[in-house]
């Protein structure tokens, strides 16, 4: 559930906030957020495991806006990151560096070195020399760094291919054949702290079946690790759960800790995290964007809207499909339209095949942008980025302002 909605004059709502309004203020293209939703999607998670020892860690990734951050952080929200700059911008936000867990392939010495100044709660490693690195490091600081490792448990998460990473294909984690090898060296390396077990399987996930056969395989492994004397204290799941963008009905956050504490029966001491990111930003933003003309051929009709595949990448990425919503309805017989932007692209369109009643000059809303969105945006076209507008109510703060031209070229040198 999330906080978009048609009020009683018939127009879309951010929260409190007819988002004409909101388009007036700011702008378009626009960004809005809801903090309210934000909050909500958070507690759905977090209250799903009150009653077992868990670390709600939000996946930075899905958008980062310190805006964003900082109404998690002050919930309590752990981060899932996965670069320094990640990190920075939790501990800008007001975030808690002892709730951070720091995944990702290829971390560098320096990344490893700031995460373990500001004390982080977890690394999730993914490889060997990884492991070597990072007890390097510590030792050079005179640390010893808490780890996890990533482990692939070769389970299909019947996703779009580019976003599955569990499967043995994939470049993630540690070959699940392989792992009590893996374990047994960072055991033995002097300035690492083995502490937890991470996986990942993919994201927009839309059955459980898969999440459950990944914890099943997992938990089998901590007990054959216990058995050799290493302890895990946690098992870290990932992120991965899917959103409706269409007719999709992915389970709900408390179907899905319900099914998982079925089976942590018998490891309840075993510290739960989990590392959400879609399920908590996507459906909490919407992007707005103006119909600059419509166009009529032959075969289709055009909808030119003033938001590009700059601005949201995924159809264009990986097909995918978000609702296109009129922000003020209009009566009459829809026709229908794709809907794309201005850049030079045959791939720029943000949907296709729409059925809307739309006159030029409208308004219409980009649901479940508020994961992937604004992170994945660029300036190609020349374009700046556009403005990011977090509603709280009846406020609207600006978390991000619209990026001027100047500031694009303003690290560009001419020759001498
Ligand atoms: N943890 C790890 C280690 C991850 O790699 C990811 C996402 C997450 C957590 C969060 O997953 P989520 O709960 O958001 O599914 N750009 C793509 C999605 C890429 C996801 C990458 N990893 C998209 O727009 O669909």
Same mark, same amino acid.
């Given at each position: 559930?999330?906080?978009?909605?048609?009020?009683?004059?018939?127009?879309?709502?951010?929260?409190?906030?007819?988002?004409?309004?909101?388009?007036?203020?700011?702008?378009?293209?626009?960004?809005?957020?809801?903090?309210?939703?934000? &909050?909500?999607?958070?507690?759905?998670?977090?209250?799903?495991?009150?009653?077992?020892?868990?670390?709600?860690?939000?996946?930075?990734?899905?958008?980062?806006?310190?805006?964003?951050?900082?109404?998690?952080?002050?919930?309590?929200?752990?981060?899932?990151?996965?670069?320094?700059?990640?990190?920075?911008?939790?501990?800008?936000?007001?975030?808690?560096?002892?709730?951070?867990?720091?995944?990702?392939?290829?971390?560098?010495?320096? #990344?490893?070195?700031?995460?373990?100044?500001?004390?982080?709660?977890?690394?999730?490693?993914?490889? #060997?020399?990884?492991?070597?690195?990072?007890?390097?490091?510590?030792?050079?600081?005179?640390?010893?760094?808490?780890?996890?490792?990533?482990?692939?448990?070769?389970?299909?998460?019947?996703?779009?291919?580019?976003?599955?990473?569990?499967?043995?294909?994939?470049?993630?984690?540690?070959?699940?054949?392989?792992?009590?090898?893996?374990?047994?060296?960072?055991?033995?390396?002097?300035?690492?702290?083995?502490?937890?077990?991470?996986?990942?399987?993919?994201?927009?996930?839309?059955?459980?079946?898969?999440?459950?056969?990944?914890? @099943?395989?997992?938990?089998?492994?901590? @007990?054959?690790?216990?058995?050799?004397?290493?302890?895990?204290?946690?098992?870290?799941?990932?992120?991965?759960?899917?959103?409706?963008?269409?007719?999709?009905?992915?389970?709900?956050?408390?179907?899905?800790?319900?099914?998982?504490?079925?089976?942590?029966?018998?490891?309840?001491?075993?510290?739960?995290?989990? &590392?959400?990111?879609?399920?908590?930003?996507?459906?909490?933003?919407?992007?707005?964007?103006?119909?600059?003309?419509?166009?009529?051929?032959?075969?289709?009709?055009?909808?030119?809207?003033?938001?590009?595949?700059?601005?949201?990448?995924?159809?264009?990425?990986?097909?995918?499909?978000?609702?296109?919503?009129?922000?003020?309805?209009?009566?009459? &017989?829809?026709? &229908?339209?794709?809907?794309?932007?201005?850049?030079?692209?045959?791939?720029?369109?943000?949907?296709?095949?729409?059925?809307?009643?739309?006159?030029?000059?409208?308004?219409?809303?980009?649901?479940?942008?508020?994961?992937?969105?604004?992170?994945?945006?660029?300036?190609?076209?020349?374009?700046?980025?556009?403005?990011?507008?977090?509603?709280?109510?009846?406020?609207?703060?600006?978390?991000?302002?619209?990026?001027?031209?100047?500031?694009?070229?303003?690290?560009?040198?001419?020759?001498?």
């Amino acid at each position: 559930m999330d906080y978009f909605n048609y009020q009683q004059d018939g127009q879309l709502y951010a929260e409190d906030i007819a988002v004409t309004d909101l388009a007036e203020r700011f702008g378009t293209p626009l960004y809005v957020y809801s903090r309210a939703t934000l &909050e909500r999607h958070w507690r759905a998670f977090d209250s799903a495991v009150a009653d077992h020892p868990h670390l709600i860690c939000y996946a930075v990734k899905a958008n980062s806006n310190l805006g964003v951050l900082n109404v998690l952080a002050r919930l309590g929200s752990g981060f899932d990151i996965v670069s320094v700059g990640e990190l920075e911008r939790v501990i800008a936000a007001g975030g808690d560096a002892g709730k951070v867990v720091f995944s990702g392939v290829g971390k560098t010495a320096a #990344e490893m070195r700031r995460a373990l100044e500001l004390d982080i709660k977890c690394f999730n490693v993914e490889s #060997e020399p990884e492991l070597e690195r990072l007890n390097q490091v510590a030792a050079e600081m005179g640390k010893v760094a808490s780890v996890s490792l990533r482990i692939n448990p070769d389970v299909d998460a019947k996703t779009h291919p580019y976003i599955s990473t569990g499967l043995r294909d994939n470049k993630f984690g540690i070959a699940f054949d392989r792992a009590p090898e893996v374990y047994r060296l960072a055991h033995s390396l002097p300035n690492l702290n083995v502490i937890g077990m991470d996986c990942h399987i993919g994201s927009q996930l839309t059955e459980l079946t898969p999440f459950i056969d990944a914890t @099943d395989r997992l938990l089998a492994l901590i @007990d054959t690790l216990k058995a050799e004397g290493i302890v895990i204290r946690h098992l870290d799941v990932g992120g991965g759960l899917g959103v409706t963008y269409n007719d999709e009905q992915p389970p709900l956050p408390s179907d899905y800790a319900k099914a998982l504490l079925e089976r942590l029966e018998n490891h309840m001491d075993l510290e739960l995290i989990f &590392e959400p990111g879609r399920a908590i930003a996507a459906n909490a933003g919407v992007l707005v964007t103006r119909v600059e003309y419509l166009k009529h051929t032959e075969h289709k009709n055009f909808a030119i809207v003033d938001a590009a595949m700059n601005d949201l990448i995924r159809p264009t990425l990986y097909h995918a499909w978000q609702a296109i919503v009129p922000v003020v309805p209009r009566d009459g &017989e829809p026709l &229908e339209y794709d809907f794309v932007g201005p850049i030079c692209e045959t791939g720029d369109y943000i949907g296709k095949e729409r059925l809307l009643k739309l006159e030029q000059g409208d308004l219409v809303a980009v649901r479940s942008a508020g994961a992937y969105g604004f992170v994945m945006s660029s300036n190609y076209n020349t374009r700046p980025r556009v403005a990011e507008i977090m509603v709280d109510g009846d406020q609207a703060h600006v978390v991000r302002e619209r990026e001027t031209l100047s500031q694009l070229w303003q690290s560009e040198r001419l020759l001498p």
